[in-house]
Antibody, heavy 119, light 107 residues
Framework: EVQLVESGGGLIQPGGSLRLSCAAS????????MTWVRQAPGKGLEWVSV???????YYADSVKGRFTISRDNSKNTLYLQMNSLRVEDTAVYYC?????????????WGQGTLVTVSS | DIQMTQSPSSLSASVGDRVTITCRAG??????LNWYQQKPGKAPKLLIY???SLQSGVPSRFSGSGSGTDFTLSISSLQPEDFATYYC?????????FGQGTKLEIK
């Protein structure tokens, strides 16, 4: 059974940094495409970033230059380093597997971790 | 960015009803269209991928259709557990944008 467990969220002041983790079991992070999606309180879903198994990364324009997606193969864990945080980054952050079928989709999701950016 | 527009934004229906949700893409996305279901406080769940392929374990009362710019998600006979918010998502090009969501409520 695939399980993705996010951690690292919390309350942080604007301009601060936070690193989110997504510990995986039942799948090998570096053999899969992995992604982060966020959801602001009461709002819809917003794709944030993807890390392909081959190492390529892509980011939403709203986080480009501030967020970095990475993985630790020895810990089978995906990360999202978030710097220069803004109030508008407040959201629940989900990690998910991006299926490598011919039609990309997000088929396994974690439960999410809440990031609150506020002074 | 490819804009995804869902309609309606909210919908009231009864158990046993058939409902249809529409998603329109701002440009042609072939069949690179996914549908997700989200319940309050929970992560989204993949229902349909590639516009019409049913994800493993998803009941057959869910179906998807469409190609190009116009897509639909249909639920043939609503069950109590189907009341949730539904999102479409294009995976044709980055950023993988979502629709704004359709909240399906009990009438």
């Amino acid at each position: 059974e695939v399980q993705l467990v996010e951690s690292g969220g919390g309350l942080i002041q604007p301009g601060g940094s936070l690193r989110l983790s997504c510990a995986a079991s039942g799948l090998i992070v570096n053999s899969n495409h992995m992604t982060w999606v966020r959801q602001a309180p009461g709002k819809g879903l917003e794709w944030v970033s993807v890390l392909y198994s081959g190492g390529s990364t892509y980011y939403a324009d709203s986080v480009k230059g501030r967020f970095t997606i990475s993985r630790d193969n020895s810990k089978n864990t995906l990360y999202l380093q978030m710097n220069s945080l803004r109030v508008e980054d407040t959201a629940v952050y989900y990690c998910a597997r991006a299926s490598s079928s011919g039609w990309p989709n997000f088929d396994y999701w974690g439960q999410g971790t809440l990031v609150t950016v506020s002074s | 960015d490819i804009q995804m527009t869902q309609s309606p934004s909210s919908l009231s229906a009864s158990v046993g009803d058939r409902v249809t949700i529409t998603c329109r893409a701002g440009q042609s996305i072939s069949t690179y269209l996914n549908w997700y279901q989200q319940k309050p406080g929970k992560a989204p769940k993949l229902l349909i991928y590639a516009a019409s392929s049913l994800q493993s374990g998803v009941p057959s009362r869910f179906s998807g259709s469409g190609s190009g710019t116009d897509f639909t998600l249909s639920i043939s006979s609503l069950q109590p557990e189907d009341f949730a918010t539904y999102y479409c998502q294009q995976s044709y090009s980055f950023p993988y944008t979502f629709g704004q969501g359709t909240k399906l409520e009990i009438k």
